[in-house]
T-cell receptor
Framework: DAGVIQSPRHEVTEMGQEVTLRCKPISGHDYLFWYRQTMMRGLELLIYFNNNVPIDDSGMPEDRFSAKMPNASFSTLKIQPSEPRDSAVYFC????????????FGQGTRLTVV | GDSVTQMEGPVTLSEEAFLTINCTYTATGYPSLFWYVQYPGEGLQLLLKATKADDKGSNKGFEATYRKETTSFHLEKGSVQVSDSAVYFCALRGQGAQKLVFGQGTRLTINP
């Protein structure tokens, strides 16, 4: 398996623009997680899905952020409008099953909002 | 809520030195515990895990033992290499929960 695939790897955008980050989880995995990594706050869980249904979005910073999972092989994280404080590395991860399993991470998308 | 506390970095060692990175946790019940490693420019990779008390996880010469009495999961390696330079994250998955809770990460640099 190719692992969790994220695109793009790098994104530079201007403040106010819409940004869409994409993730393809490992085939067969039923959980998908979006994390954000910054120097100040470390790794923060934004939202996670089970069988394409959002389970916990309490980490989503504000209404400018939205996430969807239209099918088992694709998820998006959208920021509209983007702000400089959204600059971070965004990771997608997936896992299978409910007991004692680890999450597999993608390589991340480095977002810079100028 | 559940939380993980790691020793603050950065940590700088010479090659072949002994490594310990401390990790303690707060959680109810019996969480599963993990160490992840992040190499520069890459995502997190699972290094090792332990799912019940007194379990020892090991991989690539690294070890960590799940100590419920001290709520700890310290990472150790007997002889580090330059290639071990990375950021190390301790994490837990609470009993019955799905999301991973991460510590702040510890940056390790090994000098030749």
């Amino acid at each position: 398996d190719a692992g969790v695939i994220q695109s793009p790897r790098h994104e530079v955008t201007e403040m106010g623009q819409e940004v869409t980050l994409r993730c393809k989880p490992i085939s067969g995995h039923d959980y998908l997680f979006w994390y954000r990594q910054t120097m100040m706050r470390g790794l923060e869980l934004l939202i996670y899905f089970n069988n394409n249904v959002p389970i916990d979005d309490s980490g989503m910073p504000e209404d400018r952020f939205s996430a969807k999972m239209p099918n088992a092989s694709f998820s998006t994280l959208k920021i509209q409008p983007s702000e400089p404080r959204d600059s971070a590395v965004y990771f997608c991860a997936s896992s299978f099953g409910e007991l004692n399993t680890e999450a597999f991470f993608g390589q991340g998308t480095r977002l810079t909002v100028v | 809520g559940d939380s993980v506390t790691q020793m603050e970095g950065p940590v700088t060692l010479s090659e072949e030195a002994f490594l310990t990175i401390n990790c303690t946790y707060t959680a109810t019940g019996y969480p599963s515990l993990f160490w992840y490693v992040q190499y520069p420019g890459e995502g997190l990779q699972l290094l090792l895990k332990a799912t019940k008390a007194d379990d020892k996880g090991s991989n690539k010469g690294f070890e960590a033992t799940y100590r419920k009495e001290t709520t700890s999961f310290h990472l150790e390696k007997g002889s580090v290499q330059v290639s071990d330079s990375a950021v190390y994250f301790c994490a837990l998955r609470g009993q019955g929960a799905q999301k991973l809770v991460f510590g702040q990460g510890t940056r390790l640099t090994i000098n030749p």
